[in-house]
């Protein structure tokens, strides 16, 4: 059974930065890449960013980019969330999400993702 562990998070005044780091173990097939979700309290989850094992591309959502940056170890099964610049509106549960669909049209749908951590606190005060 796959298991995601994510670490990393924790409280920072706004134009702060975080790293997010997110392991994945146990997996008999190692997935297409790696991403990050977040939720913030009242608000639906929503796609943060991603990072594919092949060629290392990397996705973003229109809000975090320019700020985070996401990479991604496939060998070890890592990824790592860098955060900058960071804004109150960034203050959510991350999730770490292995991707278990080859990458298509679509690189935001949460059905993609067949294993998930159990979530890591941000929070960014004003």
């Known amino acids: 059974q796959v298991q995601l562990a994510e670490s990393g998070g924790g409280l920072v005044q706004a134009g702060g930065s975080l790293t997010l780091s997110c392991t994945a173990s146990g997996p008999a097939f190692s997935g297409y890449g790696l991403a990050w979700f977040r939720r913030s309290a009242g608000k639906e989850r929503e796609f943060v960013a991603a990072v594919a094992w092949a060629g290392g591309s990397a996705y973003y959502a229109a809000s975090v980019k320019g700020r985070f940056t996401i990479s991604g170890l496939p060998v070890k099964l890592m990824a790592w969330l860098q955060m900058d610049n960071l804004k109150p509106e960034d203050t959510a549960v991350y999730y770490c999400?292995?991707?278990?669909?080859?990458?298509?049209?679509?690189?935001?749908?949460?059905?993609?993702?067949?294993?998930w951590g159990q979530g890591i606190q941000v929070t960014v005060s004003v």
């Open positions: 999400a292995l991707r278990n669909r080859a990458w298509g049209d679509s690189v935001q749908n949460p059905l993609d993702f067949g294993s």
